[in-house]
T-cell receptor, first 111, second 113 residues
Framework: GQQLNQSPQSMFIQEGEDVSMNCTSSSIFNTWLWYKQDPGEGPVLLIALYKAGELTSNGRLTAQFGITRKDSFLNISASIPSDVGIYFCAPPIGSQGNLIFGKGTKLSVKP | NAGVTQTPKFQVLKTGQSMTLQCAQD?????MSWYRQDPGMGLRLIHYSVGAGITDQGEVPNGYNVSRSTTEDFPLRLLSAAPSQTSVYFC????????????FGQGTRLTVV
């Protein structure tokens, strides 16, 4: 099956710092989705990217669809304690658009 | 605004027991799916359905059965629970057509002893 490599696996940062994470694959995708999972909750969609090279922002979050269509990047600026959670890349695949998930980046923010 | 509702939230089973994890959505979404989440593994697709009466297997379907008799409900059945099925299970729903946002339930934490 398709493999997604998400890095880093975990990050421990100070409040106010910027965060960068990425997702790479040997496969090409037409869409990249980024989800966040708060502790004890289900994932929630943060950002959707539909075109190679696209750069999209949602508040302090910025995501990019890699030009090769094999990778995507998520940046969080000026982190705050509520940014804590696990961030997943999840491109849809196949005719039904089933989501495949990376293993996630676990973010911890120290006040 | 219930969204996707999963019950129960927690369950402990003995090896060999059977049970059904319930999932209901009130958004009239055609597409529903079940994932399992294991530590460090991300979420893996078990089964999915694109409408009432239609189901299909995902990446890890063995040991699980599903059916879809209504648009709203998509139960997941474990016929004979095994310790390897200890996991957190998530149900999700979305519209079909295009790439719609998937909405997830809060999860069911299952332990098989």
């Amino acid at each position: 099956g398709q493999q997604l490599n998400q890095s880093p696996q975990s990050m421990f940062i100070q409040e106010g710092e910027d965060v960068s994470m990425n997702c790479t694959s040997s496969s090409i995708f037409n869409t990249w989705l980024w989800y966040k999972q708060d502790p004890g909750e289900g994932p929630v969609l943060l950002i959707a990217l539909y075109k190679a090279g696209e750069l999209t922002s949602n508040g302090r979050l910025t995501a990019q669809f890699g030009i090769t269509r094999k990778d995507s990047f998520l940046n969080i600026s000026a982190s705050i304690p509520s940014d804590v959670g696990i961030y997943f890349c999840a491109p849809p695949i196949g005719s039904q658009g089933n989501l495949i998930f990376g293993k996630g980046t676990k973010l911890s923010v120290k006040p | 605004n219930a969204g996707v509702t999963q019950t129960p939230k927690f369950q402990v089973l003995k090896t060999g027991q059977s049970m059904t994890l319930q999932c209901a959505q009130d958004m009239n979404h055609e597409y529903m799916s079940w994932y399992r989440q294991d530590p460090g593994m991300g979420l893996r697709l078990i089964h999915y359905s694109v409408g009432a009466g239609i189901t299909d297997q995902g990446e890890v379907p063995n040991g699980y059965n599903v059916s879809r008799s209504t648009t709203e409900d998509f139960p997941l059945r474990l016929l004979s629970a095994a310790p390897s099925q200890t996991s957190v299970y998530f149900c999700a729903s979305r519209r079909t057509g295009g790439i719609g946002e998937a909405f997830f339930g809060q999860g069911t934490r299952l332990t098989v002893v």
